[in-house]
């Protein structure tokens, strides 16, 4: 299962809560999908995603950002 979050137009730590408060309903395999036009959120989401067992994956694309979470078993 992928969970989409638009976080466009918002600012952190919006995309950052939104992620962990989604996070925690996935199973392992499951993944996350953050959509923002901040270039700061890839970076803040790493920060705050260090202490779980999870993959991110981050791709921009004419200043939008695609923050893939993966959680791991």
Known sequence: MNIDIDCMGT???VPVVKAQIQYKKISAGD???IITDHSCTSQSIKDA?????????VEEDEGIWKII???LV
């Open 11 to 13: 600012m952190c730590p």
């Open 31 to 33: 993944s996350l999908t």
């Open 49 to 57: 995603f260090k202490k779980y067992n999870c993959e991110i994956q």
């Open 69 to 71: 979470i993966k959680k």
